[in-house]
């Protein structure tokens, strides 16, 4: 293992029955990051997840994980040491794990016995988690009568309680409404501030854009990259887009005297038009000169970078092309072989 790394995943694959839902994962995190995987429903996201706690076993590969023990640091196998692992890890599902008629000091005091620890230490615990995680207030309400926000805040308390180097989630903010998901964010933030690593995975992918240090895109259960998302966006995108809003909005003119060179496309959405290009600083000129011509007058001209819910269409449009292809030669050269 890497010095940095916390857990190394190498060529893991997982299948029910016939159907397989990993196929040969293998990647790193690092001690500290916040890593986020992404994919379309039914990638492997969550399976993916349960292995890495140990709660599902691999067909193929190993997992392994670094885990600090009154004997120092340790490397171990999470399918055979799940006596260490487990310690070293929070994991919060989908699924809510509190109890509804407890407290929320009594769910955090209930899961700090589950690991055998004093009184004292879990007290300790649970307050510096009622801060952090702003539930002081509410540290005497019966679960089930928390805010949707709350309930997940105490969730993720819930998963801390022992104090884990890693906390694992699943689909976080699911359900939530943008502001109190927006909260949650900022928890993780904070969290992962203290020097936590965060494994989690999420269908908000501008939110993953901002709070990630790396993100993995899985498709089809193979992990076909991980890196940070800056990276991705050149990676995969090149070009930028102009929006443009200007009166009367004859665009469909502008667009008939607009020389096409540099520009990847062009077109009218709403009461703006846009333009993709790899090259606005030889655009922008172009276009205000022809949109003067039209008489048209600017009232607004913006240049908008690719979001990472624009890189992953990318991604999925461009690994399906070259699925097709791929189909398209196997059944040639069936169809070759079956008439020679």
């Excluded at 995943?9 to 995987?37: C, M, P, Q, W």
């Excluded at 700090?112 to 009184?119: A, E, K, N, R, T």
């Excluded at 667009?255 to 959405?269: A, D, L």
């Excluded at 703006?272 to 022809?290: H, K, N, S, Y």
Aim: charged residues 20%.
């Amino acid at each position: 293992m890497g010095g940095d790394a916390v857990f190394v995943v190498r060529g893991i694959t997982k299948r029910y029955a016939d159907r397989k839902i990993l196929d040969n994962v293998s990647f790193e995190v690092t001690r500290g990051e916040i890593l986020g995987l992404i994919g379309a429903s039914g990638t492997g996201k969550t399976t993916l997840l349960h292995m890495l706690v140990g709660f599902l076993p691999a067909n193929k590969g190993d997992i392994l994980f670094r885990a600090s023990t009154p004997k120092g640091i340790v490397e171990c196998d999470v399918a055979h040491h799940q006596d260490i692992v487990s310690r070293s890890y929070g994991f919060a599902s989908q699924h809510p794990s509190f109890y509804e008629r407890l407290t929320v000091l009594e769910n955090l005091n209930y899961f700090g016995s589950l690991y055998d620890m004093d009184h004292g230490q879990v007290a300790q615990n649970a307050e510096v988690l009622l801060k952090l995680l702003q539930l002081k207030a509410h540290s005497h309400v019966l679960a089930q009568h928390l805010s949707g926000g709350m309930q997940r805040r105490l969730d993720i308390a819930c998963a801390l309680i022992h104090n884990p180097p890693v906390l694992i989630l699943d689909e976080p903010t699911s359900d939530l409404d943008p502001v109190i998901a927006s909260q949650v964010w900022e928890v993780l933030k904070r969290i992962n501030a203290r020097g936590t690593t965060i494994i989690l995975s999420s269908h908000h992918l501008n939110e993953l854009d901002a709070i990630c240090s790396r993100i993995g895109i899985l498709k089809d259960g193979s992990l076909i990259d991980i890196d940070q998302p800056a990276k991705l966006k050149t990676k995969y995108i090149s070009w930028q887009e102009l929006v443009i809003e200007s009166f009367p909005g004859n665009y469909d003119r502008v667009i008939q005297h607009m020389h096409p060179e540099h520009i990847t496309s062009i077109k009218r959405q709403g009461t703006a038009l846009l333009i993709r290009t790899e090259r606005p600083d030889l655009v922008i000129g172009r276009v205000l000169g022809v949109l003067h011509k039209m008489g048209e007058s600017l009232l607004d001209l913006r240049l908008v970078k690719p979001n990472l819910d624009t890189v992953f269409a990318q991604i999925h449009t461009k690994h399906s092309k070259t699925e097709h292809k791929q189909e398209q030669v196997a059944q040639n050269s069936q169809k070759k072989s079956e008439h020679s």
